[in-house]
C-alpha cells in the first residue's frame, strides 16, 4: 500500500500513561477537561498542516485542515457538550459515544470515500482519549525501555509496527523509522497517501502483528508486492537491498535551489544512492560510526578506503563530508557494540579518539587514499577547544605522512558551546565548520537528547541558541571560510527560512528531508502526491 523496499529493525508503537499530567490536570468540570482537549488537538493539527504544507505540498496540508475542521465543526462540540454537561457523562465517554456514531454513519455510507474517512475520526478519537487519559504513544525496544518519538539512540533503522497507519503517525514518526508494518490501513488513506509521499513502504492487513512479529527482529518488508520477511537470511538481504538500491522511490527528486546547498546526512555508504536520487548538493554529514555498529565490528583500512570512495564517487565531485568514529559516552552503546571501553564519562568523539590514537589512524589512511578519487571533507567531533583540533590534526598527518599527497579539507562539528565561544581562533586553523545542532543544544541547555521526557524541540527556538549560531556565522564571515549546518534542526522545513535569515548557505539533512527542505528555501518540489 505503500511500495518501496525497507530493512530495519521491529519497533512497537504502544500507547504509555505519562507522568506528567499537564495543563489538564488543574482542570475541575468535565467540560473544561473537554474544551481543554479540543483545543489542544486542534491546535496540534493546525501546526501539522502548516509543517505538511512546507515539507510536501498544499495537498498533504489539507488532509491536517479537513481534520481540524471537523473539530471545529459546531454540531459536533454541541453533541460532546450535551454528553457531558446534559447526560453527566465523563469527557472520555462522552467522546467515545459521538465519536462512534459518527463513524457508523459514514461506515453506511454509499460513497468509499466517505467510508475511508471514518478513519479520521478514528484517529481524532483516539487523540482526544489519549489527551484526556494523559497518554503519550512511545516506540518500544530494548534501546530505551520507552524510546521517544524523537529518534532511536543508537540511530538503528525502525519498521515500526503499529495497530493503524494514522496521518499523524505517518509525517510524524521518528527519522529512523524507515517503513511501517500495521494491521490495518486503507490503500486510499490519508494515512497512506502521505506514507507513499514520504517514500516509506508499508505493509498492512496482518493481523495480530504485536504477537506474530518478535520486538527488536530484524526483518524486511516489500510494500510492493505486501510480503514480510522476519529474520532474513544473508542472502535475502543482499538481493533486497540490490532491489531496494535500484528502486528509485526511496525520495523525492528536487533540483538545487540558488539561495542554499542542501547536502545529505548519511549513516552507511549505501545510503549514498538515495542522496543521489534526492539531487542532494553533497554529503553534508556521514556518520561512520554507524558504518561500524551496522558491521559489528571496526572496518580495516582497505574496506574503509572502498566505502569513503563509494560515498565520493557517487557524488562525482559534489562536496562530501566523513567525519572521524565520533565514539564513546552518550553514543556509549555505539562503542560497547564494537568492544570498546566507553566508561569515561564525557569521553566521547575528538577526546575519546586522542585516547585511542590507532582508531584514528586506520581511519586517516582510509580517507587520504579515498581522496585520490575526489576531495574529501574529513569532520572533526566534538572539538572543545584548537589545542584538541590541534593535536588530532598532527595524529592525523602523522598517520598519511607516507602515502601520496591527499585531497583533504579538515574541519570541525561545533557542536560543544566552549569550541562555540572560541570559533574565532578555530577558523584560522580549520578549512570549515559544521554546527551540529543535536549536541549542541545537549551541551548548551544540559538537556539529553535521548531523554523522552525532555521537550528538546522546543529549544529550537531559543534566542540563546540562535545567538551562539549567529556568533559562529560571524566567525565564519571574518574568515571566509564555509559554515553549514546539521542535526534534526537542519531537516526541518519550519526552520529553513530562519537558517537563512541567520546568514547560513550550506546544510545538511537525511536525504528524505531535501525536498521539504528547497520547498521551504523556495525551489519548486514536484509533488508526488498520488
Ligand atoms: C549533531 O550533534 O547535531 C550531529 C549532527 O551529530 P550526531 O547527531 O551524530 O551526534
Ligand atoms: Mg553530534
Redesign the pocket.
Known amino acids: 500500500m505503500a511500495p518501496g523496499i525497507a530493512r530495519g529493525r521491529v519497533c512497537f508503537l504502544q500507547p504509555a500513561f505519562s507522568s506528567q499530567a499537564g495543563s489538564a490536570q488543574c482542570l475541575v468540570s468535565e467540560s473544561e477537561r473537554l474544551t481543554e482537549a479540543l483545543s489542544w488537538l486542534i491546535e496540534r493539527l493546525q501546526r501539522l498542516a502548516a509543517d505538511v504544507t512546507v515539507q510536501l505540498g498544499a495537498e498533504a496540508g489539507e488532509i491536517f485542515w479537513a481534520q481540524q475542521m471537523i473539530l471545529e465543526d459546531p454540531a459536533l462540540r454541541e453533541a460532546l457538550l450535551d454528553h457531558v454537561e446534559c447526560k453527566a457523562l465523563p469527557a472520555e465517554q462522552a467522546v467515545a459515544r459521538e465519536f462512534e456514531r459518527c463513524r457508523r454513519k459514514l461506515a453506511r455510507s454509499p460513497w468509499a470515500s466517505l467510508r475511508e474517512r471514518a478513519a479520521d475520526f478514528g484517529e481524532l478519537e483516539r487523540a482526544l482519549l489519549d489527551r484526556l487519559r494523559h497518554r503519550t504513544p512511545r516506540l518500544r525496544c530494548s534501546d530505551r525501555a520507552n524510546c521517544t518519538m524523537g529518534g532511536c539512540p543508537l540511530h538503528h533503522d525502525h519498521i515500526l509496527v503499529a495497530e493503524e497507519l494514522t496521518p499523524a503517525l505517518a509525517v510524524e514518526a521518528d527519522p529512523q523509522t524507515v517503513g511501517f508494518l500495521v494491521e490495518r490501513s486503507a490503500r486510499n488513506s490519508h494515512a497512506a497517501i502521505l506514507a507513499r509521499a514520504l517514500n516509506l513502504p508499508t505493509v498492512s492487513g496482518i493481523k495480530g502483528l504485536f504477537d506474530a512479529v518478535p520486538l527488536e527482529a530484524e526483518c524486511v518488508i516489500d510494500g510492493g508486492t505486501g510480503e514480510l520477511i522476519v529474520h532474513p537470511c544473508p542472502a535475502t538481504v543482499h538481493a533486497y537491498e540490490l532491489l531496494r538500491a535500484s528502486s528509485t522511490l526511496c525520495v523525492q527528486m528536487t533540483e538545487p535551489v540558488p539561495a542554499l546547498q542542501v547536502m545529505a546526512t548519511i549513516d552507511r555508504p549505501i545510503n549514498v544512492r538515495e542522496a543521489v536520487a534526492a539531487g542532494a548538493d553533497g554529503i553534508g554529514?556521514t556518520?561512520t560510526e554507524m558504518v561500524a555498529l551496522a558491521k559489528g565490528g571496526l572496518p580495516g583500512e582497505v574496506e574503509q578506503e572502498a566505502q569513503y570512495r563509494e560515498i565520493v564517487e557517487a557524488m562525482s565531485g559534489k562536496p562530501a563530508y566523513v567525519r572521524l568514529w565520533?565514539l564513546g559516552c552518550d553514543k556509549a552503546p555505539v562503542a560497547i557494540s564494537l568492544g570498546l571501553d566507553t566508561s569515561l564519562h564525557g569521553c566521547r568523539g575528538a577526546r575519546y579518539l586522542l585516547r585511542q590514537p590507532e582508531l584514528l589512524r586506520t581511519q586517516a589512511r582510509a580517507l587520504a587514499r579515498a581522496s585520490q578519487a575526489h576531495p574529501i571533507h574529513v569532520v572533526y567531533p566534538m572539538v572543545s577547544d584548537p589545542q584538541q583540533y590541534t593535536a588530532l590534526r598532527s595524529l592525523f598527518q602523522h598517520a598519511i605522512a607516507d602515502l601520496p599527497e591527499a585531497r583533504l579539507y579538515h574541519g570541525i562539528?561545533f557542536?560543544i558551546p566552549s569550541a562555540c565561544l572560541q570559533a574565532r581562533e578555530l577558523f584560522d586553523i580549520i578549512d570549515f565548520g559544521c554546527i551540529?545542532?543535536?549536541?549542541?543544544i545537549q551541551y548548551l541547555f544540559a538537556i539529553d537528547r535521548a531523554d523522552e521526557t525532555a521537550d528538546f524541540e522546543r529549544l529550537f527556538d531559543s534566542p540563546v541558541l540562535w545567538r551562539l549560531i549567529a556568533g559562529l556565522v560571524r566567525a565564519a564571515e571574518a574568515v571566509g571560510k564555509p559554515l553549514s549546518i546539521?542535526?534534526e534542526l537542519a531537516g526541518e522545513p519550519r526552520y529553513t527560512q530562519r537558517i537563512l535569515d541567520a546568514g547560513i548557505k550550506a546544510l545538511s539533512a537525511t536525504p528524505r528531508r531535501i525536498a521539504g527542505v528547497r520547498r521551504a528555501a523556495g525551489g519548486i518540489a514536484p509533488s508526488n502526491l498520488v
Open positions: 554529514l556518520r565520533d562539528m557542536e551540529g545542532t543535536n549536541d549542541l546539521c542535526g
